[in-house]
């Protein structure tokens, strides 16, 4: 019998957690409680508080070291999200082949791009451009696909990224 993969899901927050994330991260524990998967367990949800978001992430990172987990789903408090979000990034997520899944999700960007108090909302995918520069990347349906930048929004990373990179990540 294969051993199922441990996840821990972590968020940063600034002390406070929007309550439509709170009910997402509800119907996604309900969800995987009632739906066990043959290849992977959450064995710890936690967050961490904090001023600045980075040394939440960091401290995230630690804490999934601390626990031996093999993935780490660091999600943004405020978004939104369905049930089956962590089962569908692991569906595409492969410790040695694709280390790092990220979800798709929007943020406002362009301030007053087109006039005062205007924004945009933009998808938080990128992809290199030919001067070294990055460009927005739109979604290609529900079929995964390389990038090369992303938010952090919706971030599933294998533990193994980390132990390659120096602190802090």
């Not at 960091?58 to 962590?86: G, I, P, T, Y």
Request: glycine share 8%; charged share 20%; aromatic share 8%.
């Amino acid at each position: 019998v294969k051993a199922k993969q441990k996840v821990l899901i972590g968020w940063p927050d600034g002390g406070s957690v929007n309550g439509r994330f709170m009910k997402s991260m509800l119907d996604l524990i309900k969800f995987e409680t009632e739906n066990p998967s043959d290849d992977y367990e959450i064995v710890i949800i936690d967050h961490t508080t904090g001023l600045y978001v980075q040394n939440n992430r960091n401290n995230l990172v630690r804490m999934a070291q601390h626990h031996k987990v093999d993935w780490l789903l660091q999600l943004d408090s405020d978004l939104e999200f369905n049930v089956d979000l962590l089962r569908t990034l692991m569906s595409t997520a492969h410790a040695g082949e694709k280390p790092i899944v990220v979800g798709v999700y929007s943020n406002v960007g362009n301030f007053n791009a087109d006039g005062p108090g205007s924004f945009s909302i933009v998808d938080c995918l990128y992809g290199e451009a030919e001067n070294g520069q990055y460009r927005i990347v739109s979604p290609r349906g529900l079929t995964p696909f390389q990038i090369d930048a992303s938010g952090t929004g919706i971030m599933l990373t294998h533990l193994s990224v980390f132990s390659r990179i120096q602190s802090p990540w």
